[in-house]
T-cell receptor, first 112, second 114 residues
């Protein structure tokens, strides 16, 4: 399976600190996407990074991709209580599949 | 900003009943997907749909499931005879293009089978 697997499973930090979440996957990908999910709610797309990209920024988010290690990281800088959510990475396959495979997610808690 | 919408937000049904979950993808998108998330577990792919036919489906998507695009805007998931283990949050998603395109998710339908 080429699904992403995130670590840590849970992360608790203070407001203002940075949060780093990691994702590993098993096979070649076309792109990797990070999503956020508030408890019991839908998935919100954060960033898509393509296999030929190494780093991408969006506001306080920074995503890196290392295809040689088959891993990605999501950094949230200057975290806020509102960042409290589960964060998932999702990978597609490099062949004809167009479905995405999700990891189990990292549950981030930002304490005010 | 355009978004994917889903109805109903919650559905309670008896085991063995048929349910239809509805989605309205983003209007210029061509690819449509259904995923499900059992409580406390990871999001799982069910099926993708393009050009009025299924392009991929997972092992979860058995003969009890079907999808349809009955008109130019709706995309539906039907579960023919629900089982207790079908209880989950069902997410619809759509994308402009295939592999290199962001998939945008709807808010989900929470299905409870009693």
């Amino acid at each position: 399976s080429q699904q992403g697997e995130e670590d840590p499973q849970a992360l608790s930090i203070q407001e203002g600190e940075n949060a780093t979440m990691n994702c590993s996957y098993k096979t070649s990908i076309n792109n990797l996407q990070w999503y956020r999910q508030n408890s019991g709610r839908g998935l919100v797309h954060l960033i898509l990074i393509r296999s030929n990209e190494r780093e991408k920024h969006s506001g306080r988010l920074r995503v890196t991709l290392d295809t040689s290690k088959k891993s990605s990281s999501l950094l949230i800088t200057a975290s806020r209580a509102a960042d409290t959510a589960s964060y998932f990475c999702a990978t597609d396959a490099s062949v004809r599949n167009n479905d995405m495979r999700f990891g189990a997610g990292t549950r981030l808690t930002v304490k005010p | 900003e355009p978004e994917v919408t889903q109805t109903p937000s919650h559905q309670v049904t008896q085991m063995g009943q048929e349910v239809i979950l509805r989605c309205v993808p983003i209007s210029n998108h061509l690819y449509f997907y259904w995923y499900r998330q059992i409580l406390g577990q990871k999001v799982e792919f069910l099926v993708s749909f393009y050009n009025n036919e299924i392009s991929e489906k997972s092992e979860i998507f058995d003969d009890q499931f079907s999808v349809e695009r009955p008109d130019g805007s709706n995309f539906t998931l039907k579960i023919r005879s629900t089982k207790l283990e079908d209880s989950a949050m069902y997410f619809c998603a759509s994308s402009e293009a295939w592999r290199t395109s962001t998939q945008y998710f709807g808010p989900g339908t929470r299905l409870l089978v009693l």
